[in-house]
């Protein structure tokens, strides 16, 4: 079972930041949060990644609480283009390699004109 | 660069018969994971590869099987194929070592009659 918990939908509109959140109360030490995201009938596309520090790239920040057991991702000007299912997963990163990505259901994300 | 690359696009098989699906990875990434995405069941890890090892399984089936060859490039096997094993297979490749995310291809849709 997916070890995170997300809001099944969440709408945005078109210019505006798009805060997704995502609960992982159970994360361990050196477990990453990592972020998808799935536009329809396409594979998932990567977005971020981080494992306690706030990280930011092109495409969008991460802030992770200090406790760690939740994180909230920032789109910070959603399009249309952005409309997807956002996926927030843990993950090992052992050895390199993630080893496998648990995928829960997801939010989501309708960005609206 | 060229991304990942998965054959066929789409595919029909009857219940019974055996099916082969190819992946092409990333040039340099050596860690290919194997995915099924069902409208019922979401995103499931099937397996991954790293320098032609299998290093995780999820929990399916012997039905499913996979290799990886020297070139990294991967391919997955499905025998007896059920009506249940219609979905679409997506192939992720990841340079090892990064910490960075896997890249996803556009998947394999197969469709068993």
């Known amino acids: 079972d997916a070890k995170t918990t997300q809001p099944p939908s969440m709408d945005c509109a078109e210019g505006r930041a798009a805060n997704l959140p995502c609960n992982h109360s159970t994360i361990s030490g050196n477990e990453y949060v990592y972020w998808y995201r799935q536009i329809h009938s396409q594979g998932p596309q990567y977005i971020i990644h981080?494992?306690?520090n706030n990280e930011t790239n092109e495409m969008a920040s991460l802030i992770i609480t200090e406790d760690r057991k939740s994180s909230t991702l920032i789109l910070p000007h959603a399009t249309l283009r952005d409309t997807a299912v956002y996926y927030c997963i843990v993950s090992l990163a052992s050895g390199g390699s993630q080893g496998n990505l648990i995928f829960g259901k997801g939010t989501k994300l309708s960005v609206k004109p | 660069k060229a991304g990942v690359t998965q054959t066929p696009r789409y595919l029909i098989k009857t219940r019974g018969q055996q099916v082969t699906l190819s992946c092409s990875p990333i040039s340099g990434h050596r860690s290919v994971s194997w995915y099924q995405q069902t409208p019922g069941q979401g995103l499931q890890f099937l397996f991954e590869?790293?320098?032609?090892?299998?290093?995780n399984k999820g929990n399916f089936p012997g039905r499913f099987s996979g290799r990886q060859f020297s070139n990294s490039r991967s391919e997955m096997n499905v025998s007896t194929l059920e009506l249940g094993d219609s979905a679409l297979y997506l192939c992720?490749?990841?340079?090892?070592?990064?910490?960075?995310?896997?890249?996803f291809g556009s998947g394999t849709r197969l469709t068993v009659v």
């Open positions: 981080g494992l306690k």
């Open positions: 590869y790293f320098s032609e090892t299998q290093r």
């Open positions: 992720a490749s990841s340079l090892v070592g990064t910490g960075t995310g896997y890249t």
